[in-house]
């Protein structure tokens, strides 16, 4: 993946000028994710973090369709529940890569690789003191969703093929597309013994 790759999916996905200019992006590859991350800020109502008792960062993730819902009306509660507790779910930053099975890998459909996969990892400040905030496991919160903040976002972009070389076995990451399977192995029969 690169940063053009990247710049296209979010251009197919956004208004141009909400797509950060480069000198802003933060290029890395990171020893437990796959392919390669571009990392950038997202200032989202920085004066409600001042309301925020114990302002505590955490994480969350998603496939790159939502990335426009989110921007435009932030993290919202999800379907799935724990506990029978309706909120944001998020990991403490000490287990950041835990989140990663919140989102689904997912191609760009403007794109001209089809093997290369996206997943978003959204770094976010939330109000761990809320009366709304509530630990389920050791470092995975519920809150609730006036009570988070996106400082930044990290487009994960990888090659299904180069990337995760068991294929889809790969454990924590999930591959949204229906026929993801189909295209793995009709890559895998071409590819030369």
């Known amino acids: ?26 290029e890395a590859e990171v020893e437990t994710v796959p392919g390669k991350c571009f990392s950038f800020s997202v200032s989202q109502e920085p004066d409600r973090a001042q309301t925020f008792e114990c302002p505590t960062v955490a994480f969350h993730c998603s496939s790159p369709s939502q ?47 089809p093997l290369l996969m996206w997943l978003v990892l959204y770094e976010l400040l ?19 969703q006036e009570k988070v903040l996106i400082r930044k976002m990290t487009l994960i972009g990888a090659n299904i093929v180069k990337d995760f070389p068991s ?4 454990d924590r990451f999930y591959f949204y597309e229906p026929d993801i399977r189909r295209l793995l192995s009709e890559v895998q029969m071409k590819a030369p013994p």
Do not use: H
């Not at 990991?91 to 690789?113: C, K, V």
């Not at 939330?126 to 609730?144: C, F, P």
């Not at 294929?167 to 790969?170: D, N, Q, S």
């Open 1 to 26: 993946a690169t940063w053009q790759d990247c710049r296209a999916l979010l251009e197919g996905l956004l208004d141009p000028d909400v797509v950060p200019d480069e000198k802003y992006v933060q």
């Open 67 to 113: 990335i426009p819902g989110i921007l435009r009306q932030g993290l919202r509660a999800g379907p799935n529940m724990t506990i029978g507790k309706r909120g944001v779910y998020c990991e403490r930053a000490e287990r950041w890569d835990l989140s990663l099975g919140y989102g689904t890998f997912g191609r760009d459909p403007m794109g001209e690789n």
């Open 126 to 144: 939330v109000d761990k003191n809320s009366e709304d905030s509530t630990t389920i496991r050791s470092g995975q919160w519920v809150v609730n």
């Open 167 to 170: 294929g889809l076995k790969a």
